[in-house]
């Protein structure tokens, strides 16, 4: 039995020898892929990083504008805020790169506001802002002592007083202007009493009160829908030009090439475009406008606001 203990043997050291090279594979393809990943993690590490500062980051274009930014070699991080007073002084800090949420009136009171040199890069577009109610189809049922509720921060207000003025609800005392608050307000000669509150508040007033100014972000997150507005105003009015919705960057980066290549993916690709349309129930007016047509509009802001101390 000794002589054939050799042949017994044989098969345990073939078995032995199949395990191994099968461990041999294992690691090499743990190294294969070990060195693809890292190769992704390269390439992943030669694109331009950027935060970009928004409200509503939920948006769904927000993750297509993501995508494209990827294939034309920016990693974008959108950087999600509850409401319009945080992107600002976020941007000022360099908590973030760049912002999109505002109009250059808005951006032109910030700055005024806070002694900051923020500039747009790049246009997005111009909404109108409308007025909605849960009590009347139209302005003509509004009564005589009803309530409306307009945005509270200075900007909007001035552009929802235009708007219920135009619609005969309110006078104002200098005819109205983009610096029109509720203390121009003709009180014995509106037909409405006015109160201003947080934007984002403005839709959720509406069971208690005739009709509110609802900025266009917030229309189909509460639960309405655009073409409900009794009453809203023109975009394409050439007046309207300071409600320009831009990209802003501190001032030293402003020719910042990555950041130029952002504005133009978002202004060129139509899936991004078609997103935002959708979100805008259609009403956008999307702009491509020169940049320093949105640099002189915001400098004569600016000035204005300064000179009225």
Do not use: C
């Not at 949420?101 to 806070?114: C, E, G, M, P, R």
């Not at 945005?151 to 708007?163: E, K, T, Y």
């Not at 229309?219 to 320009?244: M, Q, R, T």
Request: charged content about 25%.
């Amino acid at each position: 039995m000794s002589e054939n203990s050799p042949l017994i043997e044989a098969p345990k050291r073939r078995g032995r020898a199949i395990a191994l090279a099968v461990a041999v594979l294992v690691v090499v393809g743990a190294l294969v892929a070990f060195a693809l990943t890292r190769g992704d993690d390269s390439a992943g590490a030669d694109l331009e990083k950027v935060k970009l500062g928004v409200v509503g980051a939920s948006d769904p274009y927000w993750k297509t504008l993501k995508d494209e930014a990827k294939e034309g070699g920016i990693d974008l991080e959108v950087v999600d805020f509850a409401d319009y007073p945080q992107p600002n002084p976020s941007l000022t800090e360099g908590e973030i790169d760049i912002n999109q949420f505002q109009h250059i009136v808005y951006l032109a009171d910030y700055n005024v506001a806070n002694d900051q040199d923020l500039t747009p890069i790049g246009s997005t577009a111009i909404y109108p802002l409308g007025l909605y109610s849960q009590k009347v189809d139209s302005v003509d049922e509004i009564k005589a002592g009803d309530t409306v509720v307009v945005p509270d921060d200075d900007s909007n207000q001035a552009r929802a007083l235009g708007i219920l003025q135009s619609a005969g609800l309110i006078k104002l005392k200098d005819g109205g202007s983009i610096f029109s608050t509720l203390a121009d307000i003709d009180k014995d000669a509106s037909k409405v009493k006015v109160k201003a509150i947080k934007a984002d508040l403005t839709p959720t007033s509406l069971p208690d009160v005739a009709a509110a100014i609802v900025n266009n972000d917030f229309v189909e997150k509460a639960g309405l829908k655009f073409e409900d507005a009794i009453a809203k105003d023109d975009p394409s009015d050439p007046n309207a030009v300071p409600y320009i919705n831009i990209f802003a960057v501190r001032a030293e980066d402003k020719d910042n090439a990555t950041y130029a290549k952002l504005v133009e993916i978002y202004q060129n690709s139509k899936l991004v475009q078609d997103g935002v349309q959708e979100i805008a129930g259609g009403t956008a007016q999307l702009l491509t406008t020169p940049v320093a047509d949105l640099e002189a509009s915001l400098a004569k802001v600016e000035a204005d606001t300064r000179a009225r101390g």
